[in-house]
């Protein structure tokens, strides 16, 4: 069983930067895939990042690339978003998740059996 907590939401403008934070409980995080997804008002949640257990491989949405990175810190059973040049349309509750099948790097909210509550994240025009 692992429980997230996400941290780090706020109101920034455009152009800003904001950091997420996912801090999860469990000693099997470090094996677990870790994602960030995000679901807009009357939208259905999207893929944003994934990275693997050992955090060599990362994968993201092409809206994202370029701007926001996810890295993890298995010793403090976190994983991050840095998001940066933050855009209007980054506005929404983002939301950490995990996989438990090891090796997968899913991209779809189906393949995570674990889920954070949210945090809100506010781009101002």
């Known amino acids: 069983q692992v429980q997230l907590v996400e941290s780090g939401g706020g109101l920034v403008q455009a152009g800003g930067s904001l950091r997420l934070s996912c801090a999860a409980s469990?000693?099997?995080?470090?094996?677990?895939?870790m994602g960030w997804f995000r679901q807009a008002p009357g939208k259905e949640r999207e893929f944003v990042a994934a990275?693997?257990?050992?955090?060599?491989?990362?994968s993201y949405a092409d809206s994202v690339k370029g701007r926001f990175t996810i890295s993890r810190d298995n010793a403090k059973n976190t994983v991050y978003l840095q998001m940066n040049s933050l855009k209007p349309e980054d506005t929404a509750v983002y939301y950490c998740a995990a996989d438990s099948r090891f090796g997968r790097l899913g991209v779809r909210p189906t393949e995570y059996d674990y889920w954070g509550q949210g945090t809100q994240v506010t781009v101002s025009s």
């Open positions: 469990g000693r099997t995080f470090s094996t677990h895939t």
């Open positions: 990275i693997s257990w050992s955090g060599e491989r990362t």
